[in-house]
T-cell receptor, first 111, second 111 residues
Framework: LAKTTQPISMDSYEGQEVNITCSHNNIATNDYITWYQQFPSQGPRFIIQGYKTKVTNEVASLFIPADRKSSTLSLPRVSLSDTAVYYCLVVLNSGYSTLTFGKGTMLLVSP | DTGVSQDPRHKITKRGQNVTFRCDPISEHNRLYWYRQTLGQGPEFLTYFQNEAQLEKSRLLSDRFSAERPKGSFSTLEIQRTEQGDSAMYLC?????????FGSGTQLSVL
């Protein structure tokens, strides 16, 4: 099962674009890359998922290079409410996931 | 879609007591997961159900932990003879595909 590595923390200011990169060197052919957001005292919330190239939704974009050994979550024009922990997770295309989340990236957005 | 519901939200117990948590997944989801999360760490996988069948259980999980999903709907997680090290947030998630939907968790404090 692919193990992920991402920065422990990042700082940003309101209105800036934030890019969080996750490494998953041993990702398998059938794995998808998924990102979750977690606020204190809440369960993680799904943000975005992709297999290759680029995926965009109303919240974020996900960039995946051709070798799929890394991925970058891009949050456009962050606000204070985007302060949270962001987790990168690699899951089988069947949806069956027994992976433990890593420590995630703590994003702090300041005024 | 009423989301994943967990009960209780908080539980304080004395060491040695048994506790039981309940999870009500999203109704059409056949997959249900239990995770445990301690401060500063990502969610740690505990066990996984597909319908009523418990298909996977973490090797790190003590025999004091048991989970059931009797009719493939709600699930319970029981911890027997609680220890202080069991203090954590217990999260339930459900899915029908790659995306996990988490509840708000049960915060357990063992005194």
């Amino acid at each position: 099962l692919a193990k992920t590595t991402q920065p422990i923390s990042m700082d940003s200011y309101e209105g800036q674009e934030v890019n969080i990169t996750c490494s998953h060197n041993n990702i398998a052919t059938n794995d998808y890359i998924t990102w979750y957001q977690q606020f204190p005292s809440q369960g993680p919330r799904f943000i975005i998922q992709g297999y290759k190239t680029k995926v965009t939704n109303e919240v974020a974009s996900l960039f995946i290079p051709a070798d799929r050994k890394s991925s970058t979550l891009s949050l456009p024009r962050v606000s204070l409410s985007d302060t949270a922990v962001y987790y990168c997770l690699v899951v089988l295309n069947s949806g069956y996931s027994t992976l433990t989340f890593g420590k995630g990236t703590m994003l702090l957005v300041s005024p | 879609d009423t989301g994943v519901s967990q009960d209780p939200r908080h539980k304080i117990t004395k060491r040695g007591q048994n506790v039981t948590f309940r999870c009500d997944p999203i109704s059409e989801h056949n997959r249900l997961y239990w995770y445990r999360q301690t401060l500063g760490q990502g969610p740690e996988f505990l066990t996984y159900f597909q319908n009523e069948a418990q298909l996977e259980k973490s090797r790190l999980l003590s025999d004091r932990f048991s989970a059931e999903r009797p009719k493939g709907s709600f699930s319970t997680l029981e911890i027997q003879r609680t220890e202080q090290g069991d203090s954590a947030m217990y999260l339930c998630a459900s899915s029908s595909g790659e995306k996990l939907f988490f509840g708000s968790g049960t915060q357990l404090s063992v005194l």
